[in-house]
């Protein structure tokens, strides 16, 4: 039986949707979410865009560079991922310094999320 066409709605995402991390930010230098998933080719430099769950269900995505996306190869969909931010790396001179990061996994508890009642 064929679908309706007509019936196909468009869903648009909303810029609000989702925060973007910044690690150089006061508080911000580490990340603790659950990993759900990533985008690739997004934005002027073609980088991938990674998406978190916070432990209060917050949406946050954090921009790839190189050292962050070697990393997150190796990461599983689901787990709970910590990035630490450890600032930038000198290189060689004329070149740009690269920003390194500590990643990593554990599985998700299974209370990950859930509020907790307080008595």
């Not at 995402?13 to 080719?41: H, R």
């Amino acid at each position: 039986m064929p679908l309706d066409e007509t019936k196909w709605e468009t869903i648009q995402g909303d810029k609000g949707d989702t925060t973007t991390w910044d690690f150089k930010a006061k508080d911000k230098s580490e990340l603790v979410g659950e990993y759900v998933g990533f985008e690739d080719n997004i934005g002027a430099y073609n980088s991938k865009l990674y998406h978190f769950r916070l432990e209060d269900g917050e949406m946050v995505d954090v921009w790839g560079c190189t050292t962050l996306d070697k990393r997150m190869m190796k990461i599983q969909v689901g787990v709970l991922v910590r990035i630490r931010y450890l600032g930038e790396v000198p290189t060689q001179p004329g070149r740009n310094p690269y920003k390194d990061f500590d990643v990593s996994s554990q599985p998700k508890p299974d209370d990950w999320g859930i509020p907790t009642i307080e008595e």
